[in-house]
């Protein structure tokens, strides 16, 4: 596979996996503290991240559960906020001005603060009140966060008793980090043409519904906005039919990544008239890959992370067609703003 250390990503997301028991521990510290409501609070692409895990929550668990951007809450505050608050930070370097900044905040109001950093010895993890480290990089860091969330939120439905699949499906991720290696495999031959796909139009609509929403609006704006100034224009898929289809036509890129599980007819619906109007519809779909030892229920549930692993195998590729590094930055972190 192209720029790529299969030992190094599987060693990265092993240690999401991993780290389970800590955030068990840590859950139990505050379920027996009287926690009373979660807050995913993040800025930028780490924050987007917790939108799976959030959604699961309120699906599942009658617990006051609420993601929002740090700004946001600096700018708004929040009724919620107090003592048996649990706010998630993530912050891959935990250096982020801008979490330090709301972790300071909500500690302020009484709550306690969760981490999940790349670097234990980052001022964020410093910062809060309990940390759970994973070190990544870039380009592993969307499935490592998508997993660390989504164990803390299976984790706190498995505590709570709201949830009967909870313990059952905490025991498959284990297999996960292979099989995500293996959808890395399957797509690695597709991946200079969906490559060139993606480096042959001026713009892109993208769309998805689900939790494989989070990873189309994540990949639109983080990697093909930040990372390679391409212009993108996501869209969730229901809203797809009130406004965006208007733009709709020969020669527009529509790309749709179609996840599994209760939500995909939502996205199959864009799919149907998309296809009778542009001839530049790219498809990824999650049910593509094989992912042994999985049931039909983790695999709706696990479709952002599936896609994220195929997706970064399409970015090592645009970098090197384009000529234009994923670390290549204008102006973030180079200018003030």
Not at 15 to 33: C, H, S, W, Y
Not at 106 to 113: K, L, N, S
Request: hydrophobic share 45%.
């Amino acid at each position: 596979m192209l720029n790529f250390d299969a030992d190094r990503y599987r060693r990265i997301q092993d240690g999401a996996v991993q780290t389970a028991p800590r955030l068990g521990e840590i859950l139990d510290r505050q379920l027996d503290r009287g926690l009373s409501n979660v807050l995913f609070l993040g800025a930028g692409g780490a924050g987007m991240l917790m939108a799976p895990a959030h959604e699961l929550l309120s699906e599942h668990s009658t617990l006051p559960t609420r993601r929002m951007v740090g700004a946001e809450l600096a700018a708004r505050g929040a009724a919620d906020l107090g003592p048996g608050t649990l706010v998630i930070v993530p912050s891959l370097s935990g250096t982020t001005p801008d979490a330090l900044q709301h972790i300071a905040s909500v500690q302020d109001a009484g709550a306690r603060v969760l981490a999940m950093v790349g670097d234990g010895d980052s001022p964020v993890a410093r910062l809060a009140d309990e940390v759970v480290v994973n070190p990544a990089a870039d380009d592993t860091s969307s499935e490592s966060f998508y997993l660390q969330s989504h164990i803390f939120a299976v984790t706190l439905l498995e505590r709570r008793q709201e949830w009967e699949s909870a313990a059952t499906h905490l025991e498959t991720l284990g297999t996960l980090p292979e099989s995500l290696l293996s959808v890395k495999r399957d797509i690695e031959s597709d991946a200079p043409a969906l490559a060139a796909h993606l480096a042959g139009h001026d713009w892109h609509i993208f769309t998805s519904a689900g939790s494989s929403w989070t990873e189309a609006h994540y990949y639109a704006m983080c990697i093909l906005e930040e990372m390679q100034w391409i212009r993108t224009r996501p869209v969730h898929a229901s809203d797809f039919f009130h406004g965006t289809l208007e733009l709709l036509e020969p020669g527009v890129s529509l790309v749709l990544l179609k996840g599994e599980g209760p939500t995909r007819e939502i996205a199959e619906r864009v799919e149907r008239f998309a296809a009778r109007v542009t001839d530049d519809l790219l498809v990824l779909d999650a049910a593509r890959f094989e992912l042994a030892g999985l049931t039909e229920l983790d695999r709706g549930l696990l479709s952002h992370v599936v896609l994220a692993a195929a997706l970064e195998r399409v970015s090592a590729h645009l970098e090197v067609l384009r000529d234009h590094p994923l670390t290549t930055r204008r102006y973030y972190r180079r200018v003030s703003y």
